[in-house]
């Protein structure tokens, strides 16, 4: 009796030309034995409804409307310009090599509407890309007879999958979207609590595509963040306006949602500037600069100020004069400083603390400038020129007015490649802040640099402590000399960066050889200290020799113990290390930054330093910013740090890093390390 009165069912239903269906049948490919598909089809009057179900070996995935920073979405090419709607199921995320994806595993069944000139047959072919460790991109022809009676179950499988598909409501009606800085923020709240969220992008206009989305809620209210670049990799510069679509889920739940991303975010709202933390930051600014002067960078210019003041006698109003031009000369660099910066944030170029040390020029001639300085301290100049030009250069360009404030240039040049505690917060919070408080954070490093110089000016006194000038001056002359002529020498091999070990090699050793013989030549007296430097000169001008000797041999270097095994840097690295649940230690420095070698001797030389970076759960990362790198000047800026030494931990227990004082601490580390262990 029920088979009787199923087909009476489907005669009427025939008769009346309603319903028609078609199969494929389970279909696969010699080229992939990963994965089967199957295709079902119902006519309904001048549409059709199908049901493309794909099954995946374990291991294997395919990909969502918007597969993410990799893969191909699956598509359907019909013979005859027939269009088709999908409807999409929530996918899951996967990470693969630092990769984001967004797709499907196992089974899914995704349906769709096929609109267009409808025949008895339907002819197409489905594209698949189904991935592993490697990828394969699949052909599959479909071929569809609706003369084939309709099939009972399609309708209630059709209806299932529909129900799978997120409404445009249900979780959340007040999502809201902005750019700040390079993230795209998303918040909103909901009826009950967020659970186990979710979020997965389509691509906004232009190419741009969100990374890794880090999702936080607390009761009913949820924050998104998520990493935005354009198509070319490139920082976004607004977002406004944009329509922005996505997936979102909670509690099992998911709904798509489609918004006008707003406006974005200024800066001063991102560094949250309020009176008390601009304070705050103000006196970084200032305690910052003061401790520039204790950096050995700067000492050798201390040095030779030194020296003039005691050239200068009890004659109280030429010391104030000269301290307050060195002070006019620091404040002046600074000024310099800030209106550089201004000009860099106007076109969008690359900033950074120290920065013109990635520039060869730059070095070359702050290379000059130390060796002219190191000879005149020897002497040279006394020596070669009449006694009336001598008499020129010491009231305008030596000891004179004009001189010290080239000294407080000088000695600001100088400071650029040393970070000091205090210095880094404020040149981060300069370099993102507007452009009032880039100026007047820059102008307080500037008078925190320039404040003992003015405090001799202000007390001309605490200069008259000072010995009384005599024979110990010469020896004081020959050591300032000689840390202006080791300046010199280490600017010079930083040209190898540029120029070839050989070749920095090569001015490291003429630099040496000349300084040799002036030395000899401007000795009047030959005293112990006269052979020390004689014989210090010689010996590293024999081992700069030496080095270029061996230079073009192929010596294995020799290590002297344990050293850290690091790896290059990038975001990737620390993501797949998070996902394996090790710890990450980020280094960057640079050749030229002096803080950044200190760090080296005094912490990360240390053995149980070593020890600590070289455990099986710990990935040690290296950035080297001795050159100009977008890498690293991209992953500084998302940090909101434009200095180096930059150093950040990562781990189970500190999923959002934490960034360590510029001086490093060997407990501070090892502490810090140890607590990322969660």
Same mark, same amino acid.
């Given at each position: 009796m029920l088979n009787i009165f199923r087909g009476c069912v489907l005669l009427l239903l025939s008769c009346m030309g309603i319903a028609y269906a078609a199969d494929t049948g389970w279909l696969t490919s010699p080229q992939n034995d990963h994965a089967r598909i199957r295709f079902q089809a119902e006519r309904h009057d001048d549409q059709l409804r199908g049901l493309l179900t794909v099954e995946l070996q374990s291991g294997w995935?395919?990909?969502?409307?918007?597969?993410?920073?990799?893969?191909?979405a699956p598509e359907i090419q019909w013979h005859n310009g027939?269009?088709?709607?999908?409807?999409?199921?929530?996918?899951?995320?996967?990470?693969?090599?630092?990769?984001?994806?967004?797709?499907?595993?196992?089974?899914?069944?995704?349906?769709?509407?096929?609109?267009?000139?409808?025949?008895?047959?339907?002819?197409?072919?489905?594209?698949?890309?189904?991935?592993?460790?490697?990828?394969?991109?699949?052909?599959?022809?479909?071929?569809?007879?609706?003369?084939?009676?309709?099939?009972?179950?399609?309708?209630?499988?059709?209806?299932?999958?529909?129900?799978?598909?997120?409404?445009?409501?249900?979780?959340?009606?007040?999502?809201?979207?902005?750019?700040?800085?390079?993230?795209?923020?998303?918040?909103?709240?909901?009826?009950?609590?967020?659970?186990?969220?979710?979020?997965?992008?389509?691509?906004?206009?232009?190419?741009?595509?969100?990374?890794?989305?880090?999702?936080?809620?607390?009761?009913?209210?949820?924050?998104?963040?998520?990493?935005?670049?354009?198509?070319?990799?490139?920082?976004?510069?607004?977002?406004?306006?944009?329509?922005l679509s996505f997936v979102l889920t909670n509690q099992g739940k998911a709904q798509q949602t489609t918004l006008t991303v707003g406006a974005d975010e200024t800066t001063a709202s991102v560094t949250s500037i309020t009176p008390a933390n601009l304070a705050q930051i103000l006196l970084f600014a200032l305690l910052g600069g003061l401790i520039l002067n204790l950096m050995p960078c700067v000492l050798p210019v201390m040095g030779m100020k030194l020296n003039s003041v005691l050239h200068a006698g009890n004659d109280k109003s030429r010391i104030r004069l000269r301290f307050l031009a060195t002070s006019a000369g620091i404040l002046t660099s600074f000024a310099l400083l800030a209106a550089m910066v201004t000009a860099l944030k106007l076109?969008?170029?690359?900033?950074?603390?120290?920065?013109?040390?990635?520039?060869?020029?730059?070095?070359?001639?702050?290379?000059?400038?130390?060796?002219?300085?190191?000879?005149?301290?020897?002497?040279?100049?006394?020596?070669?020129?009449?006694?009336?030009?001598?008499?020129?250069?010491?009231?305008?360009?030596?000891?004179?007015? *004009?001189?010290?404030?080239?000294?407080?240039?000088f000695a600001t040049l100088l400071a650029t490649p040393c970070s000091a505690p205090f210095l880094g917060t404020a040149v981060a919070f300069a370099l993102a802040a507007p452009l009032t408080e880039l100026w007047l954070i820059f102008m307080l490093l500037g008078l925190g640099m320039a404040l003992p110089w003015l405090f001799v000016a202000l007390v001309p006194k605490t200069a008259l402590l000072l010995p009384r000038p005599g024979p110990w001056m010469n020896t004081l002359k020959v050591l300032l000399a000689l840390m202006m002529l080791a300046s010199s020498l280490w600017l010079a091999s930083?040209?190898?960066?540029?120029?070839?070990?050989?070749?920095?090699?090569?001015?490291?050793?003429?630099?040496?050889?000349?300084?040799?013989?002036?030395?000899?030549?401007?000795?009047?007296?030959?005293?112990?200290?006269?052979?020390?430097?004689?014989?210090?000169? *010689?010996?590293?001008?024999?081992?700069?020799?030496?080095?270029?000797?061996?230079?073009?041999?192929?010596?294995?270097?020799?290590?002297?113990?344990?050293?850290?095994?690091?790896?290059?840097?990038?975001e990737e690295a620390i993501t797949r290390a998070q996902a394996q649940g090790k710890r990450v230690f980020v280094d960057i420095s640079a050749d030229w930054c002096v803080t950044c070698k200190v760090n080296e001797l005094r912490v990360l030389n240390q053995p149980e330093v070593i020890? *600590?970076?070289?455990?099986?759960?710990?990935?040690?990362?290296?950035?080297?910013?001795?050159?100009?790198?977008?890498?690293?000047?991209?992953?500084?800026?998302?940090?909101?740090?434009?200095?180096?030494?930059?150093?950040?931990?990562?781990?189970?227990?500190?999923?959002?890093?934490?960034?360590?004082?510029?001086?490093?601490?060997?407990?501070?580390?090892?502490?810090?390390?140890?607590?990322?262990?969660?």
């Open positions: 995935k395919t990909y969502w409307r918007s597969p993410g920073e990799g893969g191909v027939e269009k088709a709607q999908w409807y999409w199921p929530v996918p899951s995320r996967f990470e693969i090599s630092g990769l984001t994806t967004q797709g499907y595993h196992d089974r899914v069944v995704i349906p769709m509407v096929i609109t267009g000139k409808l025949a008895d047959v339907l002819d197409g072919t489905l594209t698949l890309s189904t991935c592993s460790n490697v990828c394969l991109l699949t052909d599959y022809p479909l071929h569809l007879d609706f003369n084939q009676p309709p099939d009972a179950d399609f309708p209630q499988a059709f209806a299932q999958a529909m129900r799978a598909i997120p409404p445009d409501s249900g979780i959340s009606d007040d999502l809201v979207a902005h750019l700040s800085g390079s993230n795209l923020v998303i918040s909103g709240t909901t009826a009950g609590e967020w659970r186990d969220a979710q979020i997965f992008f389509d691509p906004l206009d232009g190419g741009i595509i969100p990374g890794a989305p880090t999702l936080k809620s607390q009761g009913a209210t949820l924050q998104i963040s998520a990493p935005v670049t354009d198509e070319w990799g490139e920082k976004v510069t607004t977002l406004a306006g944009k329509n076109t969008g170029a690359s900033l950074g603390w120290g920065i013109q040390f990635q520039n060869p020029w730059f070095i070359g001639l702050m290379v000059a400038v130390t060796f002219i300085f190191a000879m005149n301290l020897f002497g040279l100049f006394e020596m070669l020129l009449p006694s009336s030009m001598s008499g020129r250069l010491a009231t305008a360009g030596g000891n004179g007015v *004009a001189g010290s404030f080239c000294e407080g240039v930083l040209l190898g960066l540029h120029m070839g070990s050989t070749a920095s090699g090569i001015i490291t050793l003429l630099l040496t050889a000349v300084a040799l013989v002036v030395f000899i030549y401007t000795g009047k007296h030959r005293t112990t200290l006269f052979w020390l430097v004689v014989v210090t000169l *010689a010996a590293f001008g024999g081992y700069q020799v030496h080095g270029l000797l061996q230079a073009d041999t192929a010596v294995p270097s020799r290590e002297t113990g344990p050293q850290i095994a690091w790896q290059p840097l990038s020890a *600590a970076l070289n455990q099986p759960d710990v990935v040690a990362l290296r950035g080297d910013w001795s050159q100009p790198s977008e890498l690293i000047t991209a992953f500084l800026h998302k940090r909101n740090s434009y200095a180096i030494p930059f150093n950040q931990i990562y781990g189970p227990g500190l999923t959002d890093g934490n960034i360590l004082p510029p001086l490093l601490e060997k407990r501070t580390l090892l502490e810090t390390l140890k607590n990322a262990k969660g």
